[in-house]
């Protein structure tokens, strides 16, 4: 299965394989701010409809998430960095996946204030 998703003026639009069966809600500084529900996927499962140019990108802290947001609208549709076993993986914001019922799915709360 493909899901679709984009920011909201479509600026950055994309597809990933598969569907979302669990999310993830991080009380971290920027996660707690932007309100973003996370899909993990592995990178290659994720594919750019747009251009990569039309992104923008912000890291902080550590700087090894690369947090993607569209410079015109704003809004943050997913994230790139590695997992602690040196993977590639995206961090898909669910809430700006096409049809999904994000109150159908559980949702895992993460502690990265902690870290």
Not at 27 to 37: F, V
Not at 54 to 75: E, L, Q, S, W
Not at 85 to 107: H, Q
């Amino acid at each position: 299965m493909t899901s679709t998703g984009s920011c909201h003026c479509g600026r950055i639009a994309f597809e990933v394989e598969g569907a979302p069966d669990a999310l993830t809600a991080c009380n971290c500084s920027i996660c707690r701010r932007k309100g973003t529900l996370m899909w993990f996927v592995p990178r290659d499962a994720l594919r750019l409809k747009t251009p990569a140019a039309d992104m923008a990108t912000y890291t902080f802290n550590k700087h090894v998430i690369r947090h993607h947001f569209c410079p015109v609208c704003g809004i943050h549709p997913f994230g790139e960095g590695r997992l602690p076993n040196g993977a590639e993986m995206a961090a898909i914001n669910v809430r700006c996946l096409d049809g999904v019922d994000i109150d159908a799915l559980p949702v895992r709360h993460y502690d990265g204030q902690a870290l």
